[in-house]
């Protein structure tokens, strides 16, 4: 086993600096993850309403059957960060290597899984008819080539792990530019391609995923990067450290599966308004999510900045750390929250026209609507994703999900109840249930932030030889 030698390079200097340098790369390719996401609603809702409507009811359910992803995932970063902090170099290149085995064998499973229960849950959410079946069209592809996602997102899990975030977020932007010139050509039938409509959308995506596996995988192994992955290492595979991911990140994949079942009864509330505010919802979602993905991005930056000042035992760094990245991510969602608010109008005409009347007026008006209400609630998102992605780096995860389940099923769904059917506040009362959820939820989260118990919390992450 080679030397430890404990790695430098965001453990020392400016805790702000450290910062931008995880975090501000991850910030960059996440954000643009969304804006792929808002330019292929953009093209689908040229469609017309179904497409943008059947996308949503999908990933109601994608959302559910892909949280084991999260699971591995969560549980890889601490473990690789940790690994690398400390200098274990032979034990961070055999935790890779397994990530990678354990998220192909879990895409297939539960890919499959998708497969057969697709039709029935998209039924149960409350699609039907063309919205239905371009649901299923798009979501068939997804499943079928879900090993290609689940591995893309270890090779930026892994790169963050290890210190080269800029070359995450390369790999990410190259993914996602691919993705925004296949959209358009496979959905409509540009130059020599076929039409495909939303099955363009989806193999869209899927080349793009699947672009940064295999580019990520031979950089890996040609040495490019601060870890190089061998055929054979000096650490034999096996079992271990797949257990260790899944059993650290359990809770976080306990909170996701929670957290996408209870967007699928939002789902399911959100539809009984019709199929207009379900493509209002879809849209706004889509928007409200850029700011939301950019913080995502910092904390996953920061999470992996976490994991290797604790490998290097330096307490005092790690809670600079954790409080200065909070106010970052707070001035971020405020100010995009202010831009979403007074600007809701001009976002949603982007998507739908209002002055053409009939249906796009009124999934313009409803977007208006819901963007405004949910804008309140931004701020607290920021704040409440930094903390988990801080626990998250210390491999703690199960504060997070307690405090996300209370937040999802204990808040917001009696909240639901009472203000959209009991208050007669119609889907307005769900854009208000969904906001105070989230602002008291934080409040709550905070508080136990500030106990400082992840500061002493450690994975093992001496691999055996």
């Known amino acids: 086993m080679s030397e430890p030698v404990k790695y430098k390079g965001h453990v020392e200097g400016s805790v702000l600096r450290s910062i931008f340098r995880m ?42 059957i892909s949280s084991v992803n999260m699971i591995a995932g969560t549980g890889s970063v601490s473990i690789i960060s940790q690994n690398f902090g400390s200098g274990n170099i032979d034990a961070t290149e055999v935790s890779i290597k397994e990530t990678f085995i354990l998220k192909a064998i879990l895409a297939v499973g539960f890919g499959a899984i998708g497969l057969l229960i697709l039709e029935p849950v998209l039924t149960l959410l409350g699609a039907e008819g063309s919205v239905l079946r371009m649901a299923l069209e798009y979501g068939r592809i997804q499943l079928y080539a879900m090993v290609f996602p689940f591995c893309a997102f270890t090779v930026y899990t892994a790169l963050r792990g290890i210190g080269n975030p800029k070359w995450a977020m390369t790999l990410m932007l190259t993914s996602i530019a691919l993705n925004m010139i296949l959209d358009p050509v496979l959905i409509f039938g540009w130059w020599i391609f076929p039409e495909l409509g939303v099955a363009g959308a989806a193999w869209a995506s899927i080349i793009g995923y699947a672009f940064s596996v295999i580019a990520g995988l031979a950089l890996f192994c040609g040495g490019v990067f601060n870890v190089k992955l061998h055929l054979v290492g000096k650490i034999r595979l096996g079992i271990n450290t797949m257990f260790k991911i899944m059993r650290i990140g359990a809770p976080s994949g306990i909170s996701a599966v929670s957290f996408s079942l209870s967007r699928s009864v939002l789902m399911w509330f959100v539809g009984y308004y019709g199929t207009e505010i379900v493509a209002a919802y879809g849209v706004g979602n889509r928007i409200s999510a850029f700011g939301i993905m950019v913080v ?10 976490i994991g290797q000042i604790l490998g290097a035992e330096n307490h005092e760094r790690a809670w600079k750390t954790s409080k200065q990245s909070i106010w970052l991510s707070t001035v971020v969602m405020t100010a995009f929250g202010a831009v979403c608010f007074f600007g809701a109008d001009l976002l949603m005409r982007m998507f739908f026209d209002s002055s053409a009347g009939g249906q796009s007026a009124q999934v313009h008006h409803a977007g208006v609507v819901f ?3 949910i804008a ?13 992605q801080v626990f998250c780096g210390a491999g703690k995860n199960l504060p997070p999900m307690l405090f996300g389940i209370a937040a999802n099923w204990l808040l917001e769904i009696p909240l639901i109840w009472g203000l959209a059917w009991m208050a ?19 409040a709550a989260f905070i508080v136990y932030y500030h106990r400082k118990t992840w500061l002493h919390y450690r994975v093992k992450t001496t691999a055996p030889a």
């Open 371 to 373: 963007l405004r209400i």
């Open 424 to 442: 007669g506040m119609n889907e307005t009362g769900v854009w208000l249930a969904v906001t105070a959820a989230h602002v008291i939820a934080t």
């Open 23 to 64: 975090g501000l790369p991850s910030m960059i390719g996440f954000g643009a993850a969304n804006v792929y996401d808002i330019i292929d609603m953009f093209w689908l809702a040229r469609l017309g309403v179904d497409p943008p409507a059947a996308i949503t009811f999908f990933f109601a359910f994608f959302w559910v």
């Open 376 to 388: 309140f609630s931004f701020p607290f998102v920021g704040i409440f994703i930094t903390i988990e």
């Open 296 to 305: 995502v991005g910092l904390g996953l930056g920061i999470s992996a900045l």
